[in-house]
Each structure stands twice: as structure tokens, then as C-alpha cells.
């Protein structure tokens, strides 16, 4: 646990860093812990340092962790591919969902959450590279697809997510997130109100705070290596 500490610490150091070297303030940068594959001890010590956020890809393993955690202010996100028979679980369960490409899945999580639960906040996952293995909407399809989940009851549509294909330079970092924030300025200019961008991990969150990201997802640079 000490470890866990250790890299906190540090990430949010680096974290504030990337920010101002960006021009930004530091809060504006929304850490978001992937806890996926970890325990809910790992995940509480991060708690006693002030994490709130928590990122979960698994449905069952997640739906476990949140059911027998005792803290009620955490805030929990899917981020990982959704399925349509895993939609209820998701929308009883979850705070955030980043990963809706299709309005069939944004259209089951309306019509599954609860009435009494605050409107579900969501991310349109957009396949930024173009890439046939990921998921993810084509960038000449968002602003179709964000029109159609921004008229649905009890959703939040906040903003956009990517997952780009691995580039070393940061320079080539720079240019794909760019991409995202460029999409996003679009469809605000059009009416939506976008407030989020999910964007960056642990091998590229400095160049995604560079673009406007205001949610990094990071997982290995915190928990350490996944085993």
C-alpha cells in the first residue's frame, strides 16, 4: 500500500505540472483511478488520499466492488465496452458510463435507470484512428449520434472519449487529441453543451491535458502493472 501512496502522490504532482505547463489550472484535470483487476483495499487506500473517481471495464468483477465497498461517495465509471445484456447492471449501478457508440446501448441505459437516481452520465466513445479492432463511433458519425442521445430522458450527455492508437512522440500525441477537442468545438457551436473530454492514460496524459482534457484515465501508473 505504500507503493499506491508513493504513486499517487507523485501522479498528482506530474498531473498539476502537465496543467500549468498547459496553461490550465490544475483542477480542471479530473483523475479518474482504473481500478480494474484491483482489490477494494487497493482501491480504499487511494480513497484516504482524497481519490473519488473510479474507473471499472468488467461488469460482474465491478458491479462486486460496489456493492460490497461501505463508501457511499465514491464515484464509480464504466469504461469499458458494453454489451446490451449488461445495460440494467450498468445504469443501477453506475455514475458514468464513457463508452456508448451506439444508440441502441445509450437507449436501453435511459430507459433502465432508475427514476429516482440522478440523470446518468455519459461519453460518446469515439474511434479516433479509424481503427477496425476497437470500438468506438467514426469522427464523421458523432455529431448524428450525440444529437439522438441528447434528446433521451435520464441521460447526461457530458462530452467525448478515445482511446488512440499508441503513438511514442509528443508531438503525434498532441495531433490525435486535438482531433477529439476539435469535434467536441464543433458540436458545442452547433447547441450541445459538452463539458468533457476523456482522454489520455498513463503512457500519454501529459499531451491530452496539453488538448483540453478534463478526465485522464490511469490505471498503471498508479495501481502499478496489471498481473
Not at 162 to 174: D, T, V
Not at 179 to 207: C, Q, V, W
Request: proline residues 3%; hydrophobic residues 40%.
Amino acid at each position: 500500500m505504500i507503493r499506491i501512496t508513493e504513486n499517487y502522490l507523485n501522479l498528482q504532482d506530474s498531473l498539476a505540472e502537465s496543467a500549468e505547463n498547459a496553461g490550465r489550472d490544475p483542477k480542471t484535470v479530473r483523475l479518474l483511478a482504473v481500478s480494474k483487476k484491483k482489490s477494494i483495499d487497493e482501491i480504499l487506500e487511494t480513497t484516504l488520499l482524497g481519490q473519488r473517481d473510479f474507473g471499472e471495464n468488467v461488469v460482474q468483477e465491478s458491479i462486486k466492488k460496489i456493492q460490497s465497498c461501505d463508501r457511499k461517495d465514491l464515484i464509480w465509471h464504466f469504461i469499458g465496452y458494453l454489451q446490451s445484456n449488461k445495460t440494467r447492471a450498468v445504469a443501477e449501478h453506475f455514475q458514468w458510463v464513457h463508452t456508448i457508440d451506439r444508440l441502441k446501448i445509450a437507449t436501453r441505459l435511459s430507459k433502465q435507470r432508475p427514476d429516482h437516481f440522478p440523470a446518468l452520465n455519459v461519453c460518446i466513445e469515439v474511434n479516433i484512428d479509424g481503427e477496425e479492432q476497437k470500438a468506438g463511433v467514426l469522427p464523421d458519425d458523432v455529431a448524428e449520434l450525440a444529437r439522438a442521445i441528447s434528446t433521451l430522458p435520464r441521460l447526461k450527455l457530458r462530452g467525448l472519449m478515445c482511446l488512440p492508437a499508441i503513438r511514442k512522440s509528443f508531438e503525434g500525441q498532441k495531433k490525435c487529441f486535438s482531433k477529439l477537442r476539435k469535434i467536441k468545438d464543433e458540436l458545442n457551436a452547433d447547441g450541445l453543451k459538452l463539458d468533457t473530454l476523456s482522454m489520455g492514460m498513463s503512457a500519454d496524459y501529459p499531451a491530452a491535458i496539453h488538448e483540453g482534457t478534463t478526465i485522464v484515465r490511469i490505471g498503471t501508473a498508479l495501481f502499478g502493472e496489471r498481473v
